[in-house]
């Protein structure tokens, strides 16, 4: 049986899956040598000074209002590695944007660069710069309220001995997590004790359905979101005038600290509910839906203070991101931002956000409000529009290039994260799907197929080489990347096509607003010069494993398996948890994997009987099929062989997989 286990057993079920979605430790590559600016890219830069308000400063007033300590400096993992560096970034000292940076993106990377513990408002502090999100502490009588505590357990706790060495040592009480997405909670080990929690000491909200989308959400599709995700936040970019300068909600993601998840102690369930945590009344308001599919608000009336979480923030945000995820729903979130606006409007002072700075001052949180309110109404109610008229997801994108009236030049409504472009195709896609309705793309050639043609069609290699260098040197770098992917999935092992895709995608990623589209044009142009870098999915993270549902479990095994390889290998396994007192048919079928909960076979192929706590310890790869059975942890029953059969057919897809050739 070992060996008949142990020949079909994956190297991991779970880790490269739990990897992208928290996003783990990665392996930087050396850099590979950039060109400068072009003339027409300078140029077009240069322009951008002449459309927007850059004489309007008062963001960077708002963003070193209430400075208590900055913070410079690196946070560290136990065994040394760099968490987060706060001073990578420090190029951006620079009063000018050069010519390889977008003038708009430039100020917003500055901005997004201020670092430290900051005032609020009275008992309300916020660690900002200290991880790619924010982490906020309201001081109670008795305690401390904490909303947000980052991504990683190092990072969350090297802003809580920040805030500590400025203020009063008082125990946290509470924590709130604003919504489902790692970066919100995965440093909730650095700020409380599991111990405190389940004796009652720490309550922690969050909202209705958090844990089945704090788990469940990136890890079906997490090896894709994973390498998409590289482009994305540009991770092997060198950090520089002529690499990764920001993310548009923050500087980087942090990189090898250790993910935790502690499970909620009070769910929202309600619109509106109000709890009192350390004297502090707090109406929370649940927002479904919108930036993630869990998601709340949170109102301080004693501080007339509200925050809004993710919903708001200093710019625009995806509908969907393009490393992939569920479309949000762009009207909900409109109506949302209204609901906040008409019950928190006339009694906030301050409004905060779980990413950027703050805004002060009734009329300024009112006009922001209805303005980002406006702005995703106009996404979801223009697209609509136009694809009633039957315009498709690309020309609607194009068409779709600046918002209306004076939304244009708000500075909050800016894409430095999300894109007019991406999220008119995101609305488009939520209502009608990829697919454009033109039957001659029904079943269009795949990349490398189509590439064969028009190369041949454009009279050969040379030929569109040539086609490729007149558009760089007219400035059309779209066409030259458009000319240049096709030669490269139809040759590509050609050297002189990767160096000028390169090129004209590098001029592209100089030229763009958005900071996401910036670092997938520059790792683009990095991996066609140096290929695909080295990825290290680091440790699972057992917080994450053991949280998750066997349900879940089957669900992702359903995923991976090879459904070539299970034909003909019709099966019933009986799987029994002997620690959750819960049975579990799982049933193998026409090359489908399903199961059903709360049920057994009576005449199953296999009967695994084991612990929830045995199955974590196999999924992070602490133990395996074999060792746990000769061990006695696992006991089978029926054709113990058809266990290894079935093992055999789980795939371990490779983490990096080519993007920007075939």
Known sequence: MKSRISRYLPHSL???????????????????????????????NAEVLKVLPFSDRSDYESVTRGLVAPFKGQIRNAAGRVVWDSQAH??????????????????????NNHAGLFQVADGIYQLRG??????????????????????????????????????????????????????????VRGVVDEADVKSGKVKIFAPSGFMEHAISENIFAGNAMSRRSQFQFGTFLPRGERGQLDVGMGKALPSGGTFTLIAPTDLIRNEYETHTVAGIPIEFQLTPGTEAPAEMNFYFPQHRALCMSENSTQMMHNILTPRGALVRD?????????????????????????????????????TLLADQRDMYAFLNDRTLHLMNQGLTSTEIAEKMDKLPGELEKKWYTRGYYGSLSHNSRAVYQRYLGFYDGNPANLNPLTPADAGNHY???????????????????????????????????????????????????????????????????LTGAMELRGGVPVYDAGATKADVVKSMEPGQFFDFLAIRLDSDKAQGHDMVMNWVFSDLGKDYRVTL?????????????????????????????????????????????????????????FLGMIDSPAPQFNIVTP
């Open 14 to 44: 779970l880790a490269g899956a739990i990897a992208a979605s928290f996003h783990l430790p990665l392996l930087a590559a050396e850099p590979d040598a950039s060109q400068p600016a072009s003339s027409l890219t300078a140029a077009k």
């Open 90 to 111: 420090d190029f951006l000292d620079a009063d000018k944007a050069p010519d390889t940076v977008n003038p708009s993106l430039w100020r917003a990377a500055q901005l």
């Open 130 to 187: 200290m991880d790619v999100s924010n982490m906020t502490i309201i001081e109670g009588k008795d305690g401390l309220f904490v909303i947000d505590p980052l991504t990683y357990a190092e990072t969350a706790r090297a802003a809580l001995e920040l805030y500590y060495q400025h203020r009063p040592k008082k125990p946290i009480v509470g924590v709130g997590y604003s919504h489902s997405h790692g970066d919100h909670f995965g440093g």
């Open 330 to 366: 762009a009207k909900a979130w409109s109506q949302y931002l209204d609901a906040s606006l008409e019950r928190y409007g006339d009694k906030t002072d301050v409004m905060f956000v779980s990413h950027n700075w703050p805004t002060w001052g009734g009329e300024r949180i009112r």
């Open 455 to 521: 190369v041949e069609a454009l009279g050969g290699a040379d030929v569109v080489l040539k086609l490729v260098r007149a558009a760089i040197d007219k400035g059309d770098y779209r066409w030259a990347a458009t000319l240049g992917n096709h030669l490269i999935f139809a040759q590509p092992d050609n050297q002189q096509a990767k160096a000028l895709q390169a090129d004209a995608l590098e001029q592209l990623g100089y030229q763009a607003e958005n900071a996401l589209w910036r670092n997938i044009y």
């Open 589 to 645: 079928r026409n090359g489908v994997l399903t199961h059903r909960n709360d049920e057994k076979s009576a005449n199953p192929t296999v009967t695994i009987t084991l612990a929830k706590s045995t199955l974590d310890q196999i999924s992070l790869r602490k133990l395996d099929f074999p060792t746990a059975i000769k061990q006695g942890a696992i006991k089978l029953g029926g054709d113990g062989k058809a266990l290894g059969a």
